[in-house]
Each structure stands twice: as C-alpha cells, then as structure tokens.
C-alpha cells in the first residue's frame, strides 16, 4: 500500500495553481484533505497505516471525479486550466507506471528468490503492484479521451499506450495459460503426494492458485479497457471462458461465440482424428464381450432352469425364478465389468460408490429391505407355491404370482391383491391346497322323529355314489350332536383338493333331494309359544 501513498503525494501536486472560484474550492479542499492525509500516514504502521491509504486512494478518485464534472460543464474561461490539469495528470501516469513497471520487476525477482514461507507475502505485493499499474493505465487512457474533449488530441501517445495495452493482453494470455498448467499439474501432485510431501506441495498449489487469480483479474481488467481502445478481445475473452467457466456480457458477442464454437469444433474434430481408430476398436472389443456374455447369460439360465426343475430338489416355483433370475444377472454384471475394464474405465470408483449408495440406500427404503427379508424367508422355508390358495396378510385367494417383494393374489371373483412379504410372513398363513387330498367337513340334521338308522343310510348312499369320493381314506358317517331343534349327522368324504366345492355342494344338493324324496325332514329352528286364558274375575 505505500506504492498508493506515493502515487497520491505526487497527485496532490496537481493543484498548484490558483483556479478560478468554484474550480479553485473544489480542488483545494482535495488537496488538503490528501496533505492532511499523507502526513497522518507518516506516523502510523500495521493497519492503520493501511486504512489511511484507501482514505488516500478513495481522495484521488474524488479529485478525478471532480476533474471529470468539470470537463464535461468546461466553458471557455475554465478550459485552458483544465488542459493544464489534465496534462499534469498524463505526466504524473507515465512516471508513476515507470516507477511501478520497476517495482514489478523487483518484486518478481524477490519472489524467485524467496523462500517459501516468504513467498506468500511476496506474491501479494506483486499483485497488488501489478493490479495497481493496470488501473494506471486505464486512467491515463482516460486522461487522453479528456485532452481529446479539450480539444489537444495527442494520437501518437493514445496509439502508445494502446500498443503497450496490446503487449500487456499478450503477455497477460501467455501468464494465464502457463498458471493454469502449472495449478492443474500441482493439483494432481497432491492429490497422489505421501504425507511428507504434502505441506511444499500445499503452499506451491497456493501460489499457483493465487497466480491464476491475479492473471484473470488482470486480463479481465485489460479485456475492459481494450474494448473502449476498439481492440478485438475476441480470444481473450475466449480463454478467460475456457479457463473459468464463467458467463459474462461478453460471451453474448457474436465474434466471441462463432469463436467458442469453432474451437470445439476443431478440438472435437481433431480428438476424432487422432482417436477414431482406438476408439472403434475399444467399442468393437466392448461390444463383442457385451454379446458373448449375452449368450452366456443365456445359457447359464437354461442350465440353471434344468437343474432347479429337477423332482428330487422339490423346490418352489418362487425360488426356481429367483436362481434361474439371479444366474443369468450375474453372468451379465461379470461381462459387464470385464467390457468397461477394457475400454479403460477404473472400477474402484465405481464399486466404493456402489457401497456407499447401498448403505444410502439401505436407510431410505427399509420397508422394502424388510419386505425383500420376507421374500427370502419364504423362499427358503416354501410355505406355498404359485397356484396355491390360502389364506395370508388378512387376504384369501389364488396365489398368482411372487416375487421377493410382494405376493399377488387373485381371489375368486378375479380381483387382483399385490400384497407386502412383510405382511404375509408376519402373520398367520393358510395354505389351503397343499395338500393333494382334502377332508370335506359337511353337517345335517334330521328331525327328532325322523329314524337316525334311515337318515345313515341315506348319507352312507350318496356319499358312496358320488364319483369324486376317494375310497381310502375312508368316509366318516356319524351322529354328531342332539341339537334343540335337530339330530345332527357329520358327513365327512376324503376328495382330491380340486374336487373339493364340486364335492361339496354335488352333496348338499343331493341331501335336499334324497331326504324329501325319503321322507325324512330337515329341521329348522322353531319356537312353541303357549298361551294361558284367565277366566274374568269379580270386582
């Protein structure tokens, strides 16, 4: 900061002269408040001797700013001292850019001899040595533009200062371009640098980062004052896009765009010619794995459907799906793994990520872990099978299909039930037709008048005729319970599971039409109510 304070003590020399009333009082009143500031500044150190300086710098923006107004409201009396104004300011520039063009140099020269715990503080006064003289030049354009309204042009110093503005975008570009290899290449180092070679690595990733913010800031203040000067900042701006990655006003420029979109398109034309060949055969290579495990798949699902369709493993439709599924999944995820390794892509990432997604994972859908948990314990203890039905999760019907989240059950009036493992094996299951040969549990009753030995032989008759009715086991005939209002006969034929309702209700049809035609009558719940007259009695 004391490059600012030596810039302001020159610029406070500017007002010398006794200017007319309101110039005079504008510009005296700067002048002594930048005196008074300097010599305040003389006596303070550390910070506050850096706050007195951006007082002083703020002051000769004030005074520029005043300049400026006063150009632009110039009458023919003030004219003459405001050439002469504006003409000390250009000389006062181009000495105080001489002076910092040196202390620059200096100060690069300090910083490639340092050590690097100075380098830190070394980098930041060159920065801002290097930041101060880009605002010198544009000020000095600007003291030219004034000579200009004034109506003194001096074209041979303007077409100066814009060939050292083009030399500045030059050497600023070629800066910026060999930071940004030297922070990408630091950045790499350190990712794969031992613990020891961490902390040196660390303060040059520093610098190098702190150098390529200096250069954009640089280049982006030099693209500005370039643009005023009508020089084409085309590729410039360009690289400070490509480098940043920011959208500025600037990228909108026509010439900036076509020039974006001509660089792509000839870094991707000649990445196509340089890496067509290799890139076809790694796609030929990845694709000719893709169809050979393919077929594998193919063939370890057939082999897996034949072993698992084996009698002797007597295994359930639900876990015959899940092994024929699962062989033929693993065999692709293999060839899957082996086609992107040979187009050189590193699995390690691929994986940690996929362990980390499943615990991830894990948490967010724990119902549908505990239902796949459900899925699998019925897989493996096989209470029932695709086509049973029974009666589970607070549901009955046909199982119609299983999966190892959820069982779909479709009931007898062919609605359809997708129904959580998790429900079904947390409460009791019913399997209904497991078993090959069922009981059929009928009951009837006579009238207490009615003689039990015909009633028997009746049942024993129809029971007998029916052709569904399995002879071993054996029926069960019996008098069951002598109800209030009937005698009541157990009837209980051996069927096969799928004869069952015919059984059932070939029987009760055939019970109504033997015993009417037997006489034999079918009680039904009757109450006998008497009735007791009393005689009238006297009063």
């Known amino acids: 900061m004391r490059i600012v304070m030596i810039v302001l003590l020159l610029m406070s020399s500017l007002v010398m002269a006794q200017p007319s009333d309101e110039l005079s009082q504008k510009l005296s009143n700067l002048e002594q408040e930048i005196a008074t500031l300097y010599q305040e500044s003389l006596t303070k150190t550390g910070s506050a001797r850096n706050v007195i300086d951006m007082q002083l710098l703020n002051k000769n923006n004030q005074l520029r700013a005043v300049l400026k107004d006063l150009i632009d409201s110039r009458t023919d009396e003030t004219t003459p001292l405001l050439t002469k104004y504006v003409k000390q300011q250009a000389s006062f520039i181009s000495r105080a850019s001489k002076f910092l063009g040196e202390k620059i140099t200096a100060e690069e020269k300090k910083l490639d001899e340092a050590g690097q715990e100075e380098k830190l503080m070394v980098q930041k006064r060159l920065d801002e040595a290097r930041r101060f003289y880009t605002e010198m030049l544009g000020q000095q354009w600007v003291n030219y533009k004034w000579l200009e309204t004034l109506g003194i042009p001096d074209p041979k110093r303007q077409a100066e200062l814009i060939k050292d503005i083009e030399h500045r975008l030059e050497f600023m570009s070629a800066s910026l371009t060999f930071d940004s290899q030297q922070e990408k290449m630091l950045s790499k180092q350190l990712k794969a640098a031992s613990e020891a070679e961490k902390p040196s690595l660390q303060i040059l990733h520093l610098l190098a980062q702190r ?58 034309g000649q990445w196509l010619l340089d890496n ?51 062989s033929g999944k693993g065999v692709f995820i293999i060839g899957l793994m082996i086609a992107l390794s040979q187009i050189g892509l590193d699995l390690t990432p691929i994986l940690t990520g996929f362990g980390v997604a499943g615990i991830i994972i894990g948490f967010a859908l724990q119902d549908t872990l505990s239902n796949f948990a459900s899925g699998m314990m019925l897989l493996i203890y096989r209470p029932f099978d695709v086509g049973d039905f029974v009666e589970a999760g607070s ?64 049942l024993n008759e129809i029971v007998d005729a029916h052709p569904a009715v399995l002879r071993s086991p054996e029926k069960t005939i019996k008098l069951h319970t002598l109800n209030t209002s009937s005698v009541d006969f157990i009837v209980r034929p051996w069927v096969k599971t799928d004869d069952y309702w015919d059984v059932y209700w070939d029987i009760t049809r055939e019970v109504k039409l ?26």
């Open 211 to 268: 150098n390529l913010a200096s250069d954009i800031d640089n280049l982006n203040f030099l693209v500005e004052l370039a643009n005023k000067m009508d020089i084409d900042t085309t590729a410039y701006t360009q690289q400070i896009f490509q480098t940043t990655g920011n959208l500025t006003d600037d990228i909108l420029n026509p010439k900036v765009l076509i020039a974006l979109l001509s660089t792509w398109a000839g870094n991707v």
């Open 276 to 326: 067509t060949p290799q890139v076809l055969f790694k796609v030929f290579v990845f694709g000719l794995i893709i169809f050979i495990f393919n077929i594998l798949k193919n063939l370890s699902r057939k082999m897996v459907a034949r072993a698992v369709a084996s009698p002797n493993l007597r295994m359930s439709k639900l876990m015959q799906d899940f092994f024929i599924s699962m």
């Open 395 to 458: 549901v009955s019907g046909k199982v119609s299909h299983m999966s190892l989240v959820s069982t779909t059950i479709k009931t007898f009036d062919n609605q359809i039930l997708i129904v959580p493992n998790s429900k079904i094996w947390g409460d009791t299951i019913k399997n209904v037709t497991h078993e090959r040969v069922r009981r059929v549990d009928m009951v009837f009753g006579i009238g207490y008048s009615d003689s039990v030995e015909h009633a028997e032989r009746v």
């Open 514 to 539: 033997r015993f009417d035609k037997e006489g034999i009558s079918i009680p039904f719940p009757q109450q006998d109510v008497h009735l007791h007259m009393v005689k009238n009695q006297p009063e």
